[in-house]
């Protein structure tokens, strides 16, 4: 059992045996299993060299999560995230009945609070339980809180390495089309240090990036690769149900990025020219039309944010509470205020594009954990500039519109950027909400990099063979 000490007001863990002894041997049995299954692929699919060594670094960034929020700070959500699916976890062993009437949600969750749960389960924490997506969060995690044996360690290294699957399905996705990047690929996608940081504790940002990831990878193999079908279908359905259920805007930016792909990856299909400008304009059609469908259709469950006004109304609110510097510390920015109207959203629109992807600035870190994010938005700011200067900004976006995947990848980052950067207000949320857009986007820059690479050896190529001929000349 977890204790808590308290000292200077601050809830502080203290690990138990679960922690110290079982931990080690999880560790081993998962790496294990992960080396194997590496030795087994790798031969099919040279991108699989990869696969051990980013399990083994999500592992470490996840304890290493862990241990800031416990031996740092104190407490965090990810500790009550463990601690209230311990007490899901604990209750199903109590009454497995009382246990399904909590998980399907047939009692209100007051009720449920207050009823079912004692001293021995232990108390979902209330600021979490109260809530549609953090409760989900919280029955996905009981799973692993079981199989961790109700300590802190195991449940996360557990999460983290379930969560893995997802962002390696990503990675697999990005080197089928691009296999001579797999470096590339596995640092924006795998070694990305503020995706492994806040992509792999107990949060709901690590379920909703592996997800995204794992959706993103079944679309591929429904549509594009026609393999598993059955299996892919299943799957994405699975992943679009803890997207929507956890965080419903990554769908809604998500998805249109998803249409476009599949419907321009069609015409870039079509040999003729004449037929493929005639297609464009119907395939835009289709695609607007089939994102107001499906938006329409999942309304529901996509709550707040089933259309226009909530969700603006959402933002507001979000960004209202995470500008509160009693609550979150003065690590907060601005952008300005959402008012809620269109000129209003066309006025902010590019300092929530820049503060979405490139910020906190190197000067704008206040910890250690930010400055790591500085850095990262520093380099990935001075390759976009450098990119915007060697391609001009014409060749820069026929670059995108050029590649279904790459159109695929800059307008869910644009879209998704768009909205974290215009709602966080908090640097510390805006780092964490932001990850799964983030291995789309630094993706893109690498694509871009060798796009340009390759445009600039076919440039060196005709001036290689002429000096080559004018030398044989001289010969």
């Not at 000292?7 to 679960?18: N, R, T, Y």
């Not at 809620?340 to 704008?364: D, H, N, Q, V």
Request: charged residues 15%; contains cysteine.
């Amino acid at each position: 059992m977890v204790i808590l000490k308290l000292i200077d007001g601050i809830d502080w863990v203290i690990f138990d045996l679960g922690d110290y002894f079982y931990t080690p041997v999880l560790i081993i049995l998962i790496l294990a299993f992960g080396f194997m299954h590496q030795k087994k692929k790798i031969e099919d699919n040279p991108a699989y060299k990869y696969y051990f060594a980013g399990l083994a670094t999500k592992i470490l960034f996840s304890l290493i999560f862990l241990l800031i929020f416990t031996e740092y700070y104190g407490w965090g959500d990810t500790c009550d995230y463990i601690t209230s699916s311990m007490a899901v976890s604990k209750l199903y062993f109590k009454d497995s009945e009382q246990w399904w009437m909590v998980i399907l949600e047939k009692v209100e969750w007051e009720q449920s609070l207050y009823y079912f749960f004692n001293n021995d389960t232990g108390f979902p924490a209330f600021h979490m339980w109260r809530g549609e997506e953090t409760r989900f969060v919280i029955y996905i995690s009981s799973i692993f809180s079981t199989l961790g044996m109700n300590s802190y360690m195991p449940t996360t290294v557990l999460v983290a390495a379930f969560s893995y699957l997802g962002v390696w399905k990503l990675y697999l996705f990005f080197t089928d089309y691009f296999p001579h990047l797999m470096k590339q690929m596995a640092i924006a996608v795998l070694f990305f240090p503020s995706l492994l940081f806040w992509g792999s504790g107990v949060m709901k940002d690590t379920y909703t990036f592996a997800a995204s990831g794992w959706l993103v990878y079944n679309i591929y193999m429904i549509f594009f690769r026609k393999k598993k079908i059955p299996v892919n279908i299943i799957l994405s359905l699975l992943n679009g149900l803890i997207i929507l259920s956890i965080k419903p805007y990554i769908f809604v930016a998500l998805f249109p990025g998803i249409v476009v792909w599949a419907l321009f990856r069609k015409v870039k299909d079509i040999k003729n020219k004449v037929l493929a400008s005639i297609a464009m304009p119907a395939m835009i059609i289709i695609g607007f039309g089939i994102t107001m469908f499906v938006f329409s259709s999942l309304e529901s469950e996509m709550g707040r944010y089933g259309n226009v006004d909530s969700a603006v109304k959402q933002a507001q609110t979000i960004q209202q509470d995470l500008s509160r510097s009693e609550q979150y510390g003065e690590n907060s920015y601005s952008i300005g205020t959402i008012d809620g109207t269109f000129s209003g959203m066309l006025k902010i629109f590019p300092m929530a594009i820049i503060a979405g992807m490139y910020r906190p600035f190197l000067w704008e870190a206040r910890n250690p954990v930010m400055l790591i994010s500085g850095l990262e938005n520093f380099i990935l700011l001075m390759m976009t500039l450098w990119l915007l200067l060697k391609l001009k900004v014409i060749r820069f976006f026929q670059y995108i519109f050029s590649d279904p995947i790459l159109l695929f990848s800059m307008i869910f980052t644009i879209f998704f950027m768009f909205a974290v950067g215009m709602a966080s207000a908090n640097f510390g949320a805006l780092v964490r909400y932001r990850i799964p857009a983030m291995p789309f986007f630094a993706a893109s820059v690498f694509i871009m990099l060798d796009k340009y690479n390759q445009y600039k050896k076919a440039q060196e190529l005709p001036e290689k063979e002429e000096d080559e001929e004018e030398e044989r000349e001289e010969e």
